[in-house]
Nanobody, 115 residues
Framework: QVQLVESGGGLVQAGGSLRLSCVAS????????MGWYRQAPVKTRELVAS???????DYVESVLGRFTISRNNAKNTVYLQMNVLKPEDTDVYYC?????????WGQGSQITVSS
């Protein structure tokens, strides 16, 4: 089993920054994909950014140039640095890990951006 614990959510004014962290524990394989999704009420969960064990990244177009995903493999931790936040970034953000076809999720972190 794998557990994901997130930290770093909160309230920020438009134009501000926040950083999310997610620590994975349990049976972690060296090769995996980690990342962040977000979801607003009555909407589908959207992939925000992902990063492979080797450091290859992928972003949804709406966050390009503003968000940066990174990871520390030794600590099984993934980060999401969010800059120039906009009110439309307001959502619950979920950490995830995909290893060998098994998906696990964090508990969710509320990000609220006020205008």
């Amino acid at each position: 089993q794998v557990q994901l614990v997130e930290s770093g959510g909160g309230l920020v004014q438009a134009g501000g920054s926040l950083r999310l962290s997610c620590v994975a524990s349990g049976r972690i394989f060296s090769m995996n994909l980690m990342g962040w999704y977000r979801q607003a009420p009555v909407k589908t969960r959207e992939l925000v950014a992902s990063i492979t064990s080797g450091g290859s990244t992928d972003y949804v177009e709406s966050v390009l140039g503003r968000f940066t995903i990174s990871r520390n493999n030794a600590k099984n931790t993934v980060y999401l640095q969010m800059n120039v936040l906009k009110p439309e970034d307001t959502d619950v953000y979920y950490c995830h890990i995909d290893q060998r076809g098994s998906f696990y999720w964090g508990q969710g972190s509320q990000i609220t951006v006020s205008s």
